[in-house]
């Protein structure tokens, strides 16, 4: 967990070891499984490649579950967080606003919260690129995965 300042050009997070390293240690050995499978074909080879999918597949679903879950508690908090902001004539419409607005919201201060859901249900806003690009004083979020 970072503590360093956040903007919109800095937010995203890679782990270079998970990202690159890992990713790479995995993906080479399988490819060159395959390889070995078509220009050489037997049963260990084949098994080989198989292995390998199933490792790629793991990786991938291995960062995309708990993003999953992520996503699920950022959008709780921001509902609890709108509904403690939110003026009255926007705390009923909070069930309108989609987890992914949710996600772009969060790295919104209170003073801009109102402002920017406002946008967000008027369509102004669609997506969570253009809602954390609206942000003027970025809100940083240090304990994610």
């Known amino acids: 967990m970072s503590d360093t300042t956040q903007s919109f050009e800095s937010h995203a997070k890679m782990v270079p070891l998970y990202h690159y390293a890992a990713f790479g240690l995995i993906f080479v050995p399988t490819v060159y499984s395959l390889v070995t499978t078509v220009t050489n074909f037997s049963v260990g080879s084949l098994m080989g490649a198989a292995f390998g999918i199933g490792v790629i597949l793991l990786f991938f679903y291995a960062r995309a579950f708990p993003l999953g879950v992520q996503d699920r508690v950022i959008r709780l908090e921001e509902q609890l967080r709108m509904e403690r902001v ?60």
């Open 86 to 145: 939110l003026p009255d004539d926007l705390k009923g419409r909070i069930g309108e606003i989609s987890t992914s607005h949710l996600i772009g919201l969060r790295f919104a201060p209170d003073a801009e919260l109102a402002d920017l859901t406002r946008q967000v249900l008027d369509g102004t806003l669609q997506d969570r690129k253009s809602i954390k690009q609206a942000i003027g004083s970025w809100k940083a979020d240090n304990q994610r995965i």
